[in-house]
Nanobody, 122 residues
Framework: QEELVESGGGLVQAGDSLRLSCKAS????????MGWFRRPPGKEREFVAS????????EYSDSAKGRFTISKDIGKSTVYLEMTSLKPEDTAVYYC???????????????WGQGTQVTVSS
């Protein structure tokens, strides 16, 4: 099982930027899809972004397109979510996930981090 540890969350103002990190415990990622999801307060978990370690294909939710960027540092076994132009509606607990399937379907991910809180004030 993959251990994933998120960090980088915090309290920011609308319009600010924030970078989340997800450190993975091992580096056998070639066949994995890595994803970011979030759970806004009182709402269901929703997809944010994903990519496959072994390729360059990325996928974003409509709300993330143009503002968020998912990236990786293979040497550090770390996945990032760069968030810009943050809005109050981006407030959520953000989760990193890994799986052999993936994309926007949360059920295809087998390993999840503990989450990191992002709060955007207006």
């Amino acid at each position: 099982q993959e251990e994933l540890v998120e960090s980088g969350g915090g309290l920011v103002q609308a319009g600010d930027s924030l970078r989340l990190s997800c450190k993975a415990s091992r580096r056998t990622f070639d066949s994995y899809t890595m994803g970011w999801f979030r759970r806004p307060p009182g709402k269901e978990r929703e997809f944010v972004a994903s990519f496959r370690w072994g390729g360059s294909t990325t996928e974003y939710s409509d709300s993330a397109k143009g503002r968020f960027t998912i990236s990786k540092d293979i040497g550090k076994s770390t996945v990032y979510l760069e968030m810009t132009s943050l809005k109050p509606e981006d407030t959520a607990v953000y989760y990193c996930a890994a799986g052999l399937g993936g994309g926007s379907n949360a059920q295809m991910y087998t390993d999840w981090g503990q989450g990191t809180q992002v709060t955007v004030s207006s």
